[in-house]
Nanobody, 121 residues
Framework: QLQAFGGGLVTTGGSLRLSCAVS????????MGWFRQAPGKEREYVAA????????SYADSVEGRFTISRDNTKNTGYLEMNSLKPEDTATYYC????????????????WGQGTLVTVSS
């Protein structure tokens, strides 16, 4: 089970940290991904992290501004978002899958509820 939280309202250039708490799992051979969905648009890939090895991947639109990480002791993943722009406004979802780090929503099996991020100009 995944639970995402930490969204909110922030002005352009501001920062937010989203969290995704993982429960009910003891294995670590999975990938955690962050996706976002703006109103009227499809859900898109933001970043992914291989939980056991720590490898990361980012969408071009957030590379250099967002950082995905995890805390094994808390079984929680994070998405640190800096230099936020109005176009980052969306509902953000965390997902998980076993296997390779992939960037398509259809490859993710487990999903948390979304958390809304609004960036005002």
């Amino acid at each position: 089970q995944l639970q995402a939280f930490g969204g909110g309202l922030v002005t352009t250039g501001g920062s937010l940290r989203l969290s995704c708490a993982v429960s009910g799992r003891t294995e670590t051979n999975y990938v955690m991904g962050w996706f976002r969905q703006a109103p009227g648009k499809e859900r898109e890939y933001v970043a992914a992290l291989a939980w056991s090895g720590g490898s990361t991947s980012y969408a071009d639109s957030v590379e250099g501004r967002f950082t995905i990480s995890r805390d094994n002791t808390k079984n929680t993943g994070y998405l640190e978002m800096n230099s936020l722009k109005p176009e980052d406004t969306a509902t953000y979802y965390c997902g998980a899958r076993y296997g390779r780090m992939l960037q398509f929503t259809r490859h993710y099996t487990y999903w948390g509820q979304g958390t809304l991020v609004t960036v005002s100009s």
